[in-house]
């Protein structure tokens, strides 16, 4: 079974400065996919960015960009230039690539950001 | 299009009593889930429905039941719910198999037992 672990329960950055959230992952498959999602105090879940696994790319949206290190499954997320609407619980999720794991997420345990003005 | 929803928003049980979760979708998703969210655990997968008539277990199906009503709905049934149960539950879909296809979430719904 995959396994995603983000060993930082808690971050915080002051506001315009750059900060990284860790996130590993464990996995036999070697198709898959990773996804950082956010969640603001509304609690609703907000897709910030997704990497495939078969780019060596490492994908960027805007102030966010990822860190993919495949053969040491580690999947880090970087925020650049933060900003005070990034405080929030992020997620690292990981989704097989196959057709029979149903779309399934297996999600990290968060990271709670405080960004400091 | 109103996305995901989940009603209630919120509820209090007492332990024992049962309740429906319900879940709707108007995306036209083939698939839908059902997460719990605990402090410092994430969210984790209690069932989910690849397709309009099937429903398979995920990591924490105990003492829940599902049903896909139809391809929109998706209920999450506590038949006799215990304090262990007092969660964030979430409602998620997806447009059909796609692997660079992320999962549309709802509000979710906070239930607290006693």
């Known amino acids: 079974a995959q396994t995603v672990t983000q060993s930082q329960p808690e971050m915080s950055v002051q506001e315009a400065e750059t900060v990284t959230l860790s996130c590993t992952y464990d996995t036999s498959e070697s198709d898959y996919y990773l996804f950082w999602y956010k969640q603001p105090p509304s609690r609703q879940m907000i897709l910030v960015i997704r990497q495939e696994a078969y780019k060596q790319q490492n994908a960027t949206e805007n102030r966010f960009s990822v860190n993919f290190q495949k053969a040491a499954k580690s999947f880090s997320l970087k925020i650049s230039d933060s900003q005070l609407g990034d405080a929030a619980m992020y997620f690292c999720?990981?989704?097989?690539?196959?057709?029979?794991?149903?779309?399934?997420?297996?999600f990290g345990e968060g990271t709670q950001l405080t960004v400091n003005p | 299009n109103a996305g995901v929803t989940q009603t209630p928003k919120f509820q209090v049980l007492k332990t024992g009593q049962s309740m429906t979760l319900q879940c709707a979708q108007d995306m036209n998703h083939n698939s839908m889930y059902w997460y719990r969210q605990d402090p410092g655990m994430g969210l984790r997968l209690i069932y989910y429905?690849?397709?309009?008539?099937?429903?398979d277990k995920g990591e924490v199906p105990n003492g829940y039941n599902v049903s896909r009503l139809n391809k929109r709905e998706f209920s999450l049934r506590l038949e006799s719910a215990a304090p262990s149960q007092t969660s964030v539950y979430f409602c998620?879909?997806?447009?059909?198999?796609?692997?660079?296809?992320?999962?549309?979430f709802g509000p979710g719904t906070r239930l607290l037992v006693l």
């Open positions: 998620a879909s997806v447009y059909r198999w796609d692997p660079q296809t992320s999962q549309y």
């Open positions: 999720a990981y989704k097989g690539g196959r057709e029979t794991s149903g779309s399934r997420l297996t």
């Open positions: 429905s690849a397709s309009e008539g099937t429903t």
